[in-house]
Structure formats: structure tokens, C-alpha cells
């Protein structure tokens, strides 16, 4: 079995996005491995059939009804906003409800620590979206996956996508 | 003027009070944990080629077994076992290229950053309870993978 | 004031005139260029509704961006790209939205990734053209976002795996492992297409 390094190999030599040496490589490879060979022919007759099934599509509202909206959102989004009329009664309103305010969300910050939280907290930051999290609660495991393609991290002899 | 002055002392009174509450509950909720780190590398082969690689305990075995997994046996690399405390951060090295670093956040949660080659490869911020883990992940040379478990002890 | 008809007018022309503020100019714009936008987005998102308010909002953003238009590009394959990022971004919103399943799990993950054997070399032979269209169609709409916008830069839009990251926001080696993925899925889905027409499954 071609090993998914490989694979992906042989998928961007069709795409040609390998550099020179490693394309000639991979040349080499499908000439002795059928099974390399049937993986790119599969994967050139997909490419060809997305290709060729490009389908035109109409989009279904008239030209003009379809320019309206949009005219009309430029319009909105180009027109200045009125300013906000001043009120002395709501202004000073606001002078006796800020500190009121303050209050009660120090109240509700102190409500929140005593009440516990409806479930855990989990967030996963990435320098790109290639993580995924799958989470079993029968037996309290949570994995997060990276699907980057293999790193050295056990192997420092053999680099990462050697076609073999 | 004089309710102006009733409100502006029952505030002065109230908000310090309300602080003083607050963050004494919130210490409470705050305390030091003991974790334990293990990297595993993942494989269908029925043993690593590095004699100092043992299987993985059979709990955490199990666990892993209960994830969309696909590798039947791992073994351990290495393992270390340490204490956060209330607030604070451990870095913990786990081989010559990757390392852990574990800050506790209060209420059983951490948030935790891998870092390999000297850059953080993933953050992860949840909650862990006693007896859970936190496995991250990825792939290897060979169709294996690396896998790194956060166990809380205590 | 009679109407001008820039009905044989040149997309150049056009674009100079409604980055001087001519909106009729731009209005011939957006009608012959509509139909493209509309169906990007909609190869996208997979859904009508939404197709058409992200083909909208990418021509009002069209119109406040023209001074950026340097003509670099051709004026559609520009649009193309505004409309491309605004389905990302609601794609990602909507992801965020929904709870992570295995099943995602599953298909994006290079590691849980089952080995697929070649199930066939030519999945479309024998098949006409408008019929390979409705099979591709429904195989794209069984494919996860990621999936399919990664299958539809690279094949409907001709990006390279460095603009497709950059595009995505994410590493070309996630590019190469779900462009596999949606190939081999694809040809999987058509394979499977064709036996429930032949009253194979």
C-alpha cells in the first residue's frame, strides 16, 4: 500500500505543484507501481469530470429586481446617520443609572463565581483551522487532532513524504 | 442633594464589599493541580523499534480505544508528572523538540499550549476533572502518529 | 435626461466610469457578470437563499472596493474573489455554530482517515455531459464545506495550493490532505451514484 505521504505526492505532481527533483521522482515510482499508477488515474479522470461538469447557472431574480437591492443597500450604507438629538431629562437619567449599572454587573460578575458553570469551557486556537476536536464523555477523553501531514517528530532519519 | 449623597455613600460602602466577596469565593474555586504529561507514539505494529518505549497503561489505553483512533497499540516515550499552581504556569519538556506548557485558570480549567520546534503548534483551553484526559495529536512518518496525553491527578 | 446604453460597452471602460461614480455603468457590470458570481457562491454554500444575499453583499462590497481595481485581473475573476472570501466567512460562522461531530472528524483529519483503495479508475464513464453534471452537483453537496471549497478554488477557479491557503487561512499541507480527501470522496459518491441508478445499492 502506497503510504498517504506518497499519495499526496503523486496528487500534486498531477497538479504540478512539485519542484523539478521530486516530480522526476515520482515519474519513477509510477513507472514500476501499478498501484501508483491506478491512484493517479483515478484522481486525473475526477479532476477532468469537475472540469468538465462546470454547469452555467442562472441566478433566479430579474435584473432588475436584483439591482434594486443592491442600489438601495449602497444607497443605505452611503447616506449619513442623523445625529443623535440631546436630552437633558435622559442625560441626566444617565448620570443616576451609570453607577446603578456599575454596580450590578459587579453583582453579576460575583453571581457568576458562585454559580457553577453549566458545563467546560473549550476553545482550541490555531495558527490555521487544521484541528479538530472530538469529545467522549462515557470515558472523560477529549482529542484534538492536527491534521498536518506527518512532522520528524519519531523518525529523524527518514523526512517526512519520502516517496519509498 | 442630601439622596444624592445617601446614594454616593451607600455606593462607597457597597462595591468594596461586593469586591472583597467576590474575590474571596473565587480563591476558594482556585486550586494547585497535579497533571501528568505523557507523549505516545501511535502504530499498528506490535512493537516500537526503541527498546525503551513500554506500552501505554491499560486506563489510558482504554480511553484511547474509546477515540476515532486508528492505531492498536501505543507506547509511552516518555512521561513527567508536576504541579500548576492557583494562577500559575508549568513548562514541562517532553523531548528535544516539543514541550507543554500548562497555565491553571481556576475551576479545574487549563489552558494548554504545545509548543514544537520552538513554536506553538496548538492552544486548547477546557476544563479537566480528575480521571479525565486531554489528547492532542497528529501524524507521524509511516502512517503513525505522535499523541500527547494530559492526565489531572489531583 | 435619456438613459446611456452601455449594452456593447467594455468591462474596462465600465469599471473606469463607475469608479467615477457612474452607477449605471456599474449596474451593466453587474448584470453580465451576475449569473458567474451567483454560481460561485453558489457552489459554495449550496443553497439558493443564501447564494443570492453573498452575491448581493459581494456586489456592494464591489462598488465601495472599485478605487482598489487596478485591472490586475479581469473585473469578474476580481468579483469572483470578494464573493469567494464572503462564502468563507458565513461558511466559518455557520461551522462555528454547529456542534463538531465525528463524522467531521473523520473526513478532515489526515490521521482517522480510512485507506480508500482506487474504487475505480474512470468513476464518470459512460456518462453524458448534463448527467456527469447532476452527478458532480449532488456528489458536491455531499462533500463538508472544507471539502468542497478546496475541490472548487482549485478546479472551477484554477488556484495553486499557496493561493488556496492563503485564501482559507490555512497550511497548503491541510490544502493537499483535503483536496485527496475530496477527490477520493468524489469518486467514491459517483461510484455510488451510478450503482443506485443501476439498482446496484
Known amino acids: 500500500m502506497i503510504d498517504y505521504d506518497s499519495q499526496l505526492k503523486i496528487q500534486a505532481y498531477l497538479d504540478g505543484e512539485l519542484p523539478e527533483a521530486e516530480a522526476q521522482q515520482v515519474a519513477k515510482r509510477l513507472a514500476q507501481d501499478q498501484e501508483a499508477v491506478l491512484l493517479l488515474s483515478e484522481l486525473r479522470n475526477t479532476r477532468q469530470a469537475m472540469v468538465n461538469a462546470q454547469a452555467p447557472m442562472a441566478l433566479p431574480e430579474t435584473r432588475e429586481f436584483f439591482w434594486s437591492k443592491i442600489e438601495r443597500e449602497i444607497g443605505r450604507q452611503e447616506s449619513p446617520q442623523p445625529a443623535p438629538r440631546r436630552n437633558s431629562m435622559l442625560a441626566a437619567w444617565r448620570r443616576m443609572l451609570v453607577p446603578a449599572g456599575a454596580v450590578a454587573a459587579v453583582g453579576l460578575v460575583c453571581m457568576l463565581s458562585l454559580v457553577s458553570s453549566p458545563g467546560p469551557r473549550m476553545e482550541t486556537a490555531l495558527a490555521d483551522s487544521g484541528a479538530f476536536t472530538y469529545r467522549d464523555y462515557n470515558s472523560g477523553a477529549t482529542l484534538v487532532w492536527l491534521s498536518y501531514p506527518a512532522e520528524n517528530e519519531f523518525a529523524d532519519s527518514e523526512p517526512a513524504g519520502t516517496v519509498q | 442633594m442630601r439622596d444624592h449623597l445617601l446614594s454616593v455613600r451607600l455606593l462607597s460602602w457597597l462595591l468594596p464589599t461586593l469586591f472583597v466577596l467576590g474575590s474571596g469565593f473565587s480563591q476558594a474555586r482556585a486550586a494547585d493541580m497535579k497533571l501528568e504529561v505523557q507523549l505516545l507514539w501511535g502504530t499498528n505494529d506490535k512493537q516500537s523499534p526503541d527498546p525503551k518505549h513500554r506500552p501505554v497503561d491499560d486506563d489510558v489505553h482504554k480511553k484511547l480505544k474509546e477515540l476515532p483512533l486508528k492505531w492498536s497499540n501505543y507506547f509511552l516515550v516518555n512521561n513527567k508528572q508536576f504541579d500548576v499552581s492557583a494562577n500559575g504556569t508549568a513548562k514541562v519538556p517532553l523531548s528535544e523538540k516539543c514541550s507543554i506548557e500548562v497555565k491553571n485558570l481556576g475551576h479545574s480549567t487549563v489552558e494548554v499550549s504545545l509548543f514544537g520546534k520552538g513554536e506553538k503548534v496548538v492552544g486548547r483551553t477546557q476544563a479537566l476533572p480528575k480521571g479525565e484526559i486531554l489528547v492532542l495529536g497528529g501524524n507521524a512518518p509511516n502512517a503513525t502518529a505522535w499523541l500527547v496525553i494530559l492526565k489531572r491527578l489531583e | 435626461m435619456t438613459e446611456k446604453d452601455y449594452s456593447t460597452t467594455d468591462d474596462q471602460t465600465l469599471v473606469r466610469a463607475a469608479q467615477k461614480g457612474d452607477m449605471t455603468a456599474f449596474e451593466e ?173
Open chain 3, 29 to 201: 457590470l453587474v448584470a453580465r457578470h451576475r449569473d458567474k458570481i451567483y454560481a460561485r457562491a453558489y457552489s459554495m454554500v449550496r443553497n439558493e437563499e443564501e447564494a443570492i444575499d453573498l452575491s448581493q453583499e459581494a456586489w456592494v462590497k464591489g462598488w465601495q472596493r472599485l478605487a482598489q481595481f487596478q485591472g490586475e485581473s479581469g473585473f469578474g475573476t476580481w468579483m469572483t474573489r470578494i464573493v469567494i472570501n464572503l462564502c468563507l466567512d458565513h461558511l466559518r460562522k455557520q461551522k462555528r455554530q454547529r456542534s463538531e461531530s465525528i463524522d467531521a472528524m473523520d473526513e478532515e483529519s489526515g490521521g482517522v482517515e480510512r485507506q480508500m483503495p482506487v474504487v475505480t479508475v474512470n468513476p464518470t464513464a459512460g456518462l453524458e455531459r448534463g448527467e456527469l453534471r447532476q452527478r458532480i452537483d449532488r456528489a458536491l453537496g455531499q462533500l463538508s464545506h472544507e471539502h468542497r471549497t478546496v475541490l472548487v478554488l482549485h478546479e472551477f477557479e484554477e488556484m495553486e495550493y499557496k493561493e488556496i491557503a492563503k485564501t482559507m487561512g490555512c497550511s497548503i499541507g491541510t490544502v493537499m490532505s483535503r483536496l485527496f480527501y475530496a477527490r477520493r470522496k468524489l469518486a467514491a459518491l459517483l461510484v455510488d451514484l451510478k450503482k443506485d441508478d443501476l439498482g446496484m445499492t
